[in-house]
């Protein structure tokens, strides 16, 4: 037993840990199985899973960044049937809450994907994605208005009494308001950020270096924009926030919560170094052992003026 209790909740459910994994950076957790123990993670969050199989974008459609990676995968996946017959069946004996990714093209789609995911055990929560920018359809157009973000949430909602996440994009104006409508809509949870639309051109060829021309920009590059969204959103809502963008470390974790987010995901720094997730773990105990917080649930908001500052 750890001297640091390092247990949060995310609506019912209890992670033995605040670090999970963010979802699109980790499959659904086979690939990495001979680096990383999942059960000591926090929760595995799945790649994003549709109705029907989706076949994603052209290649190229990854590229380096200063700091970062773009990606304009476009949510290739196999589909909730092919995904409930290999993954969750493989999932269902590695003892780690499983948070399934769910994605559509409209809203009624999102909402089949909900229904099927609700009789399966092994699922302990829905992450909603309103918030790829890689799909002309779906994704990131349900989330940048609080009338469609609210308008899938209620309809993912009626279909699941499973804990409700949604994800939530950066490319608005105020994150604030997307994030009060999908609690309005019974939202046990909102997770930020998915990636920034970003663009990189090849100067050798003058063409765009993804083939879909825009992609997703994700890693450390990023996070200063991720903590500033997560403390509004955390001053804004009542519900639990998952923070991500860009954490590579337990000093990065540890300034997400302190901005206001109960758990963090680790995403771009899982292809940098797999067992990315399990140092980030074990330096947030010894951050917090060091510091003698006893709960790591105490770090969460600990930055807020109203908190007063921290002897040192
Ligand atoms: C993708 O598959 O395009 C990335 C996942 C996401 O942005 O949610």
């Not at 019974?186 to 003058?206: E, P």
């Not at 974790?253 to 995901?265: D, I, K, N, S």
Request: charged residues 20%; negative net charge.
């Amino acid at each position: 037993m750890s001297a640091v209790d390092m247990r949060v909740r995310i609506g019912d459910l209890e992670l033995r840990n605040p670090v999970m994994t963010a979802s699109g950076t980790f499959g659904s957790g086979r690939e990495y199985a001979e680096f990383v123990d999942l059960s000591r993670l926090g929760a595995v969050v799945t790649k994003g899973v549709s109705i029907e199989p989706w076949s994603g974008n052209e290649s190229p459609r990854i590229a380096e960044t200063p700091c970062g990676m773009l990606n304009s995968i476009g949510l290739q996946n196999p589909g909730v049937e092919a995904f409930c017959a290999n993954d969750l069946a493989w999932l269902a004996a590695q003892d780690v809450p499983v948070i399934v990714n769910v994605v559509g093209h409209s809203v009624d789609e999102y909402a089949a994907v909900a229904a099927q995911l609700d009789s399966e055990p092994v699922v302990s929560a829905l992450e909603v994605n309103i918030s790829c920018p890689n799909v002309d359809a779906g994704g990131m157009a349900f989330g940048t208005t609080c009338a469609a973000a609210a308008e899938v949430t209620r309809a993912v909602r009626a279909e699941t009494r499973k804990t409700l996440v949604v994800k939530l994009s950066p490319n608005v104006t105020d994150i604030a308001e997307i994030a009060r409508a999908v609690e309005a809509e019974g939202a046990d949870g909102v997770s930020l950020i998915n990636t920034l639309l970003g663009m990189a051109i090849d100067t050798r060829t003058f063409a765009p270096k993804l083939a879909r021309g825009v992609g997703g920009l994700s890693g450390p590059a990023i996070r200063p924009v991720a903590v500033r969204m997560v403390w509004e959103v955390a001053r804004a809502v009542a519900v639990p926030v998952i923070g991500m963008g860009g954490v590579t470390c337990a000093e990065d974790a540890a300034e997400f919560m302190l901005a206001g987010a109960a758990a963090v995901a680790v995403g771009t720094a899982n292809f940098v170094e797999p067992s990315a997730t399990l140092s980030v773990i074990d330096g947030l105990e010894r951050f917090c052992a060091e510091r003698g917080i006893a709960r790591v649930a105490e770090l969460t908001g600990a930055a807020w003026p109203e908190r007063g500052k921290r002897e040192t």
